[in-house]
C-alpha cells in the first residue's frame, strides 16, 4: 500500500516530565511516527484529582432506560459525550469535563447501563450487555436530549460504543477519540487464541464464564474491581476516596447481570437479542470508520499495551492521528485528563470545529 506523509500542528503538554508520540494517518493509511516531549509553557495543566465530583446528576428516559447522566457547559454548545468502561463509571471524566465545559462545550457523561443511576424503565427487559445494546443506548440518549451529532470520546466499553455509533452512525459522531483504536468485537475473531500473556490479562473474562465467576462478582464486586485497577493501571496511585466513590456505581441492581452477559456474550457463551441481529451483522463485517478520529494508548496499559497505531490503520479512512501518553494505563482520562482534553478539542479541529 502506498503511503503518503502529512504533518500537522499538534498541541502537547506543558511538563516536559510527559511525552507524546503521536502518529498520523490519512486516507491512504500510515503517514508518519512523531514524538515530542513538551510544547508552549503557556499551555494549561490540570493535575488527575483536581475535581472531585460533578455534583447533582440529572435523569432522562431514553430508550429501554432511565439514564443517569453529568451535564456541564452551555446548553448551545458543540456537544461532547465522554463514555466509560468497566469497571468505572462517570468519574473517569470528572476532571475532564470540566476542562471541556470550560472551553464552551455542552458535555455529557452518562452512566452506561448496570452503573450509578441507569435504571431500566421495566422490569421485563432482558438484562443485555452485548455492545450493539450499549451502542443503541447511547443514541437513544442523543435523541432525548436533541443532539443530531456530536464528538464521541472514551475507552474500553466506551470507546467501544463510539465506534459502533461512528461506524453504523457517522452523521450522529461529529468525531471520535477512541482509547486503544479500534475495539468492534467480532465473534469468530474472538474465538481465536491470543498470546498467554495477553490471556492472562483478561482472565477476569474467563472468570465470569463460571457460575462461581457471576457469584464472585456479586459477592465480591469492589474487591474485584480494585484489584483490576491495580493491574490495569500499574503506575496510578489511586487512593481510597477515588476507588469508593466510583465503586458506588457498582451497587446498580443491574450491574452484575449486565457485566456478565458482557463478557459471556463476547466469547459466545451467551446469545444475544434478535433485535440487535442486523447491527451485529454489519459489525462482524468490520466496518471502516470514515469520521475524523484521534486513538490513544497509554504506555503503562495492563490490557491492552501500547502499539504505534499501524495495527488499525486499515481501520479509519478519514483523518486520523494516533499518541502514546507516558506513564498511563488503562483508565487514561482519568489518570490524565489534560492529554484526554486535548485529544477532544484536536479532533473536533479535524473536523472544522472549535468551541
Known sequence: MSEEINQHRRRFLASATIAVAAVELGVTGLAQAKTASSSSP?????????????GPLKQID????????????????????????????????VD??????????RVIVPHLRGHGSTRFLS?????????????QDIIALMDALAINNAILAGYDWGARTA????????????????????????????????????????????????????AGLEANRRELANLVWKTQSPKWGFGKAIFDRTADSFDNPDYVAIVIH?????????????????????????PVISVPTI???????GVTPASDGRIHAAMFSGKRVHRIIA???HNLPQEAPQDFVDAVVDVDGYAGGGA
Open 295 to 301: 486513538t490513544l494508548d497509554g504506555d503503562c496499559d
Open 62 to 93: 431514553a430508550g429501554l432506560l432511565s439514564v443517569g447522566y453529568a451535564e456541564l457547559g452551555p446548553a448551545e454548545g458543540p456537544a461532547v459525550l465522554l463514555l466509560h468502561g468497566w469497571p468505572y463509571d462517570i468519574h473517569s471524566y
Open 123 to 135: 422490569e421485563s427487559t432482558v438484562r443485555n450487555g452485548q455492545q450493539a445494546a450499549v451502542a
Open 163 to 214: 465506534n459502533i455509533i461512528a461506524a453504523l452512525w457517522p452523521d450522529r459522531c461529529r468525531a471520535m477519540v477512541s482509547v486503544n483504536g479500534y475495539l468492534i468485537n467480532n465473534l469468530d475473531r474472538n474465538k481465536m487464541p491470543q498470546s498467554p500473556m495477553a490471556e492472562q490479562a483478561g482472565w477476569y473474562q474467563f472468570y465470569f464464564a463460571t457460575e462461581r465467576g457471576q
Open 327 to 329: 506513564g498511563v494505563g
Open 96 to 105: 475532564v469535563a470540566p476542562m471541556l465545559a470550560a472551553k464552551g462545550y
Open 42 to 54: 503557556d499551555a494549561p495543566t490540570v493535575k488527575a484529582g483536581t475535581h472531585t465530583t460533578f
Open 262 to 286: 458482557n463478557y459471556r456474550w463476547r466469547l459466545g457463551l451467551a446469545p444475544g437479542e434478535t433485535q440487535y441481529d442486523d447491527m451485529e451483522r454489519q459489525l462482524a463485517s468490520t
